[in-house]
Every structure is written in structure tokens, then in C-alpha cells.
């Protein structure tokens, strides 16, 4: 190892936020998106995805592989998100931790909660995240605008 590598330190970037949207559906049907393995490859594999992998229980593990875009400069190297569940409670809660990485290289690692409230007009979902970005991470504004387009993408699984 090299002294450069030792006498640098290195970075994380902690950030927390929360998203709230509502679903004109009800908690037994956004959770069933969140937790059936044929709906959740859906809304979060999607067609991109290489695998797809779940096994949907507390302690469970969770795994999606994707080929990075062609345009990035990481082209080539397979995306990779794994998942532990740590707590579910029907049709309320999910606490998930996950960490992704590209290649070899883990880029972040996370604490997930997905609440599901009832509503008058179906159900609010609130999304919190508190994750740990190391470097050359996507970070988390970019991690953020991901999971606001995945959330819009679960709407439409739960509500059709």
C-alpha cells in the first residue's frame, strides 16, 4: 500500500430525508407491491435489471443486478443493490438496510423505512432513509431523485 493511500482519509457523507406521497390505495395492496417478488421486480428491477432476487421475511435478503448505462464511464461494470429485511409488519412497516456498489466498489450503505398509514383517500407513505455515501458516490441528492421516480413507479403497481 502506498503512503497516498494511507495518509488519506477517508469520506462519508451522511444524509437523512424523508419522502411522503399518497396512494389511492390501500395499505394491503401498496404492501403487497412492496412485498410480492413478481410486483416489486416490476416497479424496482424493471426490464433492466440482470437478476432479481427476494426472499421477503425479516432477515431476509433482497438482490438486484443491473449493467450500468452505456453512457457511463463505469459502462460495463454490473450495478448491484442487496437488501436485508429487518423488520416488517404487515401492511404498516418495513425496515430494510442495503448497500449498492459498482463492480467491487461499495459506494453507500443504508437504513430504509417504508410506513404505511391509511387515508381517507387510500394510503400515505413515508419514505426515510439514512444513508452513509463513501466516495465517488452518487450522493444524496441524486439517490433522492431515484427513489422519487421509484415511488411514482410503485404507485402504478399498487394502483392498477
Known amino acids: 500500500m502506498s503512503t497516498a493511500a494511507i495518509s488519506t482519509p477517508?469520506?462519508?457523507l451522511h444524509s437523512t430525508y424523508t419522502i411522503e406521497r399518497t396512494y389511492a390505495a390501500t395499505p394491503e395492496r401498496v404492501f403487497a407491491a412492496l412485498s410480492d417478488p413478481a410486483k416489486k421486480?416490476?416497479?424496482f428491477a424493471g426490464d433492466a435489471a440482470e437478476s432479481f432476487t427476494t426472499d421477503?421475511?425479516?432477515g431476509g435478503h433482497e438482490t438486484t443486478r443491473r449493467g450500468t448505462?452505456?453512457?457511463s464511464?463505469?459502462?460495463g461494470l454490473p450495478l448491484t443493490n442487496e437488501t436485508v429485511f429487518?423488520?416488517?409488519v404487515?401492511?404498516?412497516r418495513i425496515v430494510m438496510g442495503y448497500t449498492m456498489a459498482l463492480g467491487d466498489y461499495r459506494?453507500?450503505?443504508?437504513l430504509a423505512t417504508f410506513e404505511l398509514i391509511p387515508a381517507e383517500t387510500g394510503t400515505r407513505l413515508v419514505y426515510t432513509e439514512q444513508a452513509a455515501f463513501f466516495e465517488n458516490s452518487d450522493g444524496p441528492v441524486i439517490r433522492e431523485a431515484g427513489w422519487r421516480g421509484l415511488l411514482v413507479a410503485l404507485a402504478k403497481e399498487a394502483e392498477a
Open 10 to 12: 477517508p469520506s462519508v
Open 56 to 58: 421477503f421475511r425479516v
Open 90 to 92: 404487515p401492511n404498516r
Open 107 to 110: 459506494f453507500s450503505a443504508s
Open 69 to 71: 448505462p452505456v453512457e
Open 86 to 88: 429487518h423488520d416488517i
Open 73 to 75: 464511464p463505469m459502462k
Open 41 to 43: 421486480r416490476r416497479w
